[in-house]
């Protein structure tokens, strides 16, 4: 069999198990395609259409069979099995104690389209939530001249953090902390990052098994998705700099963020997804919305 038949092949059997995809990759030649080079030791930006009619050996296609079949008997995330995720060409360390990297913020933090809301003066950045730290380490290449916290309630989020922290060689960049929302991150912040977990319960019950094998704790939001950013929203206005701005990824839950905050003004950012899944929020907005959490 070639390179070209093999990840054919393996698309066709993801396909028809009707595994879920999403995380890393949005069809089943793509994910197929990853699976297949990583097996092989092969570089995942390999040049395929070069590549194709190169033969594989059959104790290679064996290897490439086995974690097809682990794909589809475990339902796991590729990225489970691979143990390493991309964003924004950056590597990252992953494993089932964190959710997989995939937030919009990254693009984002890597494109410019957060700059233009900040100044010089943006020293204390806060990536709230950050899991397997993929924000936070994104965040200190972007901003050479910040510092950056990332915090989690979650040990073992915050332990799979510190594998990407020290593997990127930002340790004198980047601090982990553990905290229960903002109540052990007084600040004041400049900037806070956070994806934090927003799926209502009605989608949760829906989650295809891809998604049950990440931790609930990085996912769950409550009947509405709402309820760690309703905490977030009253506490953040004291913890903040005068200038400060909240990032916040909401996935597909506008709906239920604009019946929640109703009066809150807010920008939404583009991504590739589309300009409903990251708002943009000021100290100002949310101070004038709690005015008395904001000292
Ligand atoms: C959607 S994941 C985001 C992970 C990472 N920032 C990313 O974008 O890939 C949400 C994270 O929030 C953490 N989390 C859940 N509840 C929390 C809380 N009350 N305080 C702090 N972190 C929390 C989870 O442990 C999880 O790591």
């Given at each position: 069999m070639t390179l070209g038949e093999l990840i054919a092949s393996g698309?066709?059997?993801?396909?028809?198990?009707?595994?879920?995809?999403?995380h890393g990759t949005t069809n089943a030649h793509d994910e197929a395609a990853w699976l297949v080079l990583w097996r092989l030791g092969l570089p995942l930006d390999s040049d395929l259409d070069s590549m194709k009619n190169q033969p594989v050996a059959p104790a290679s296609q064996a290897q490439v069979a086995t974690i097809f079949e682990e794909r589809i008997a475990t339902r796991k995330p590729a990225a489970y099995l691979t143990r390493e995720a991309?964003?924004?060409?950056?590597?990252?360390?992953v494993d089932e104690r964190a959710i997989v990297p995939r937030s919009f913020i990254a693009e984002l933090i890597?494109?410019?389209?957060?700059?233009?809301?900040?100044?010089?003066?943006?020293?204390?950045?806060?990536?709230?939530?950050?899991?397997?730290?993929?924000?936070?380490?994104?965040?200190?290449?972007?901003?050479?001249?910040?510092?950056?916290?990332?915090?989690?309630?979650s040990p073992d989020a915050l332990?799979?953090?510190?594998?990407?922290?020290?593997?990127?060689?930002l340790q004198e960049r980047i601090t982990l902390a553990q905290s229960d929302?903002?109540?052990?991150?007084?600040?004041?912040?400049?900037?806070?990052?956070?994806?934090?977990?927003?799926?209502n319960a009605a989608s949760m019950a829906a989650l295809p098994p891809e998604y049950r094998a990440e931790p609930e704790?990085?996912?769950?939001?409550?009947?509405?998705?709402?309820?760690?950013?309703?905490?977030?929203?009253?506490?953040?206005?004291?913890?903040?700099?005068?200038?400060?701005?909240?990032?916040?990824?909401?996935?597909?839950e506008r709906p239920y963020f604009e019946a929640a905050f109703p009066q809150l003004p807010v920008f939404w950012l583009e991504t590739s997804a589309g300009e409903d899944q990251v708002v943009l929020v000021t100290r100002q907005a949310l101070a004038a919305h709690h005015p008395h959490t904001a000292q």
């Open positions: 698309a066709r059997q993801l396909e028809q198990a009707g595994v879920a995809f999403g991309w964003l924004q060409g950056v590597p990252f360390y890597a494109g410019g389209g957060i700059d233009e809301f900040l100044s010089d003066q943006t020293r204390r950045v806060l990536d709230l939530c950050t899991g397997n730290g993929s924000l936070a380490v994104l965040a200190a290449m972007a901003w050479p001249e910040v510092e950056v916290t990332g915090a989690d309630l332990a799979v953090a510190r594998v990407n922290v020290d593997r990127h060689g929302g903002l109540a052990a991150l007084p600040g004041p912040w400049d900037l806070i990052l956070c994806n934090p977990p927003y799926v704790l990085a996912l769950a939001g409550g009947d509405d998705g709402m309820d760690f950013i309703r905490q977030l929203l009253a506490d953040a206005p004291a913890r903040m700099g005068e200038n400060a701005v909240l990032v916040l990824e909401i996935g597909n």
